[in-house]
């Protein structure tokens, strides 16, 4: 069996990793394309290298652009691999618009696809990532579901006869670094200077279209963080920079020291470091839940619902809203209740494989 995975975003990486590694020591055979979607070094390269995942394939260098330009992009590019590979799989990642295109182009090729990370719903048509979830579902032939949750939205559009439940691929991984960075394995992250390792202080991330592009939005997010009274290590990715700069808003500011994005590992140190999370990203939501750390998410909903049961994580549209209540959310201790395992087992991978082997025989 022949897979060919797309990937282009920095979340896809990540989910690349543990996929890459399970396929590594079958008889299959995993072809990587990377469409360029993210090119800076800390949102692309770092990956490949810190998690060990093989240089992509082919390269289709599309860049930035409006969702047209750039999903139009990969779309147009994807063909000649398509006809190069004819892979009996091609499997696309989450939620970006390269995953959007990438089925898109194997479904105009009549080959099969499979979606991993399918059926996630935020029910929230403003984000773009909603629309390529969707459209990305109801176009695949399988559908790899990381939760009971995404199986339940999946039969709801009456998708369940293409869907199966593998668990989250970003347990594996997660679970994996984690022992590493716990082992000495990996060495300190390069935390913000002005913040001492040693004492409490925050991880943030902010980048959603929804919170970086309106200046109102976002001049209120940086003033609340600026408020905290423990340091905030905000790593700022780059439409965070682009779109504050653009807008004249400083983003260093009180207790918030800018620094670049981090590798993987170092990311999962940083958070295993730090007393919680203020994000807006999914992703690090759903790592502060399995590393234990309290989690406030920058957002009216989240796709990762399992992660508010018991308070660790909490959302918050807009902090001016809350008040002084803000400062008592964000800097909140853990909550003393146990976690379920509502992802998986750190095995999903390898299920994803199995899966994708069983259909192309079946
Ligand atoms: C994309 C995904 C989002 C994912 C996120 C993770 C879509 C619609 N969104 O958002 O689901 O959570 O990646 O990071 O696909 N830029 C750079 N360098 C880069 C990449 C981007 O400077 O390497 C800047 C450009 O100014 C660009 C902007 O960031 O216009 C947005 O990049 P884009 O790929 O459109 O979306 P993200 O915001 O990264």
Redesign the pocket.
Known sequence: MKVLSVVG???QLVKLAPIAQAFSGTEHEHVIVHTG????VN??DVFFTGLGIPDPDAHLGVG??S?GV?TGAVLSAMDPVLELERPDWVLVY??????LAGAVAAVKMHIPVAHLEAGLRSFNRRM??EH?RVLTDHAADLLLAPTEEAVRHLTAEGLAGRTELVGDVMVDVCLRVRDDVLAGRHPAPALPEGIDPAEPYLVATL???ENTDDPRRLAGFINAMAALPVPVALLA???LV?RAEAQGLKLAQGAVHVAHPLPYASMVAAVLGSAGVVTD???LQKEAYLLGRPCTTLRGETEWVETLADGWNHLVPDPAELGDEWVKLATRPAPEAARGTPYGDGRAAHRVVEVLARHHAG
């Open positions: 975003a920095r979340p979607q993210h090119y800076d949102l692309s930035s652009g969702h750039q989450g939620d970006t618009n390269s995953t773009p990532e390529n980048h959603r279209a990715h780059p439409r682009a990203s999914g992703g």
